[in-house]
């Protein structure tokens, strides 16, 4: 496992603690109402995390409308697992999203968000998506538009280059890195994929509390292991500079836009 996909040890808790109620929950309402709105026998969902938009998907879908919850990182998926109660029906299981183990044309709704951009080998992973998907159902995934749309990243990114200027952590980069559509659209279409929407959601989103949030930027993700690596600095001098920073650019209302993409494709069979 790269070491930019290892979600382990403190920071799923983090994560979801910290990042889920400021920048992730929202989206999920949404993806969960974009699956919701096709009307799935059965989802799959991969990277599926702490378990935000599981949940939103559990409360959206009618109950009887399984739901399969992968993640790479079981740790991951141990904090989802919290969120339900027996009798509810999801099931979470680690996988891989490029190698998936589930059979041809297992689901007719395959969800993902925020979690290409960690695939090392994308196209890989909508071959996958394509081949377990029963042909025309859907990929909805969704990524963070570019660092320009998502001040908190730029600031984030800057914070930590300025503390490393000789060898900066490149963690923030990673999550923004599938911001320019063309490749992903090629990809899509090598993979067997039709009908292609993408649609850019913009939010402004209330911080609720910015130290938290600050914290989170930091020890919620692998940024943290990458700045231990680098000897002579407390990862918390990292957190104090971002929320400085967060205060200024954002006032003290804590008002910050944030911006993604969303992709809806259609798996087309390989010869239609
Ligand atoms: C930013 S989190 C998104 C989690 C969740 N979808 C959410 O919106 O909160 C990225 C997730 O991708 C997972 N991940 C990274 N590489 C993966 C891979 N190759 N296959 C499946 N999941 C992966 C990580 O473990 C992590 O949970």
Not at 36 to 61: F, M, Q, Y
Not at 145 to 154: G, L, Q, R, T, V
Request: aromatic residues 10%; glycine residues 8%; hydrophobic residues 40%.
């Amino acid at each position: 496992m790269s070491s930019t996909a290892a979600f382990t040890g403190s920071i799923p808790e983090t994560y979801d603690r910290d990042m889920g109620p400021v920048i992730f929950v929202d989206y999920a309402a949404e993806m969960a109402a974009r699956a919701a709105s096709l009307n799935p026998k059965n989802l799959l969902e991969t990277a599926a995390g702490t378990g935000i938009v599981t949940r939103a998907l559990r409360d959206r879908l009618p109950k009887d409308v399984p739901i399969t919850a992968t993640d790479l990182n079981d740790p991951m998926l141990d904090i989802a697992r919290r969120k339900f109660r027996d009798g509810e029906a999801v099931t979470f299981q680690p996988a891989d999203a490029q190698d998936l183990p589930f059979g041809d044309g297992a689901f007719d709704v395959a969800v993902c968000q925020f979690g290409i951009m960690f695939y090392p080998d994308k196209e890989k992973s909508f071959r996958e998506i394509h081949r377990v998907l029963k042909p025309g159902g859907r990929y909805l995934f969704s990524v963070w538009d570019s660092h320009a749309h998502n001040p908190y990243a730029a600031l984030t990114d800057s914070v930590v280059r300025g503390l490393f200027p000789s060898d900066p952590p490149r963690f923030f980069q990673v999550p923004f890195s599938c911001a320019p559509i063309d490749p992903l659209k090629e990809m899509l279409i090598a993979a067997g994929f039709g009908d292609i929407v993408v649609s850019v959601m913009r939010l402004t989103k209330v911080i609720p509390d910015v130290d938290a949030f600050a914290h989170g930027l930091i020890y919620g993700n692998p940024l943290q292991v990458e700045i231990r690596e680098r000897a002579g600095l407390n990862p918390d001098e990292a957190v104090a500079r971002i929320a400085d920073g967060l205060r200024r650019e954002f006032g003290p209302g804590a008002k910050m836009p944030l911006q993604t993409l969303f992709y809806s494709a259609t798996s087309v069979p390989k010869d239609g």
